[in-house]
């Protein structure tokens, strides 16, 4: 019953912060590399945010470069993403990734809204 579950969504004004969780279960946590990806309306899904397995490694996307980052927490298998200076253009669902290999999973997403 492989599961992650996102939270932290909501509406913000431009300039405010917010944290996303995301919960995962039913498999080894530890082992996946991590990302956040977002998708907005009439636009292509994007990887935002990619933390590997053991947290060595970070990489983010131009436009959240600076403003975003990733973390995760092994012990309680749960990955963040604390976005700050937030901007009328990161509205979007995000959504939480988990992959091995070939093997990938998703979370439902959640919704982010910055407007004043």
């Known amino acids: 019953q492989v599961q992650l579950v996102e939270s932290g969504g909501g509406l913000v004004q431009p300039g405010g912060s917010l944290r996303l969780s995301c919960a995962a279960s039913g498999f080894t946590f530890s082992s996946h590399d991590m990302s956040w990806y977002r998708q907005a309306p009439g636009k292509e899904r994007e990887l935002v945010a990619f933390m590997s397995s053991a947290g060595g490694r970070t990489n983010y996307a131009d436009s959240v470069k600076g403003r975003f980052t990733i973390s995760r927490d092994n012990a309680k298998n749960t990955v963040y993403l604390q976005m700050n200076s937030l901007k009328p253009e990161d509205t979007a669902v995000y959504y939480c990734?988990?992959?091995?290999?070939?093997?990938?999973?998703w979370g439902q997403g959640t919704q982010v809204t910055v407007s004043s």
């Open positions: 990734n988990a992959a091995r290999g070939f093997f990938g999973y």
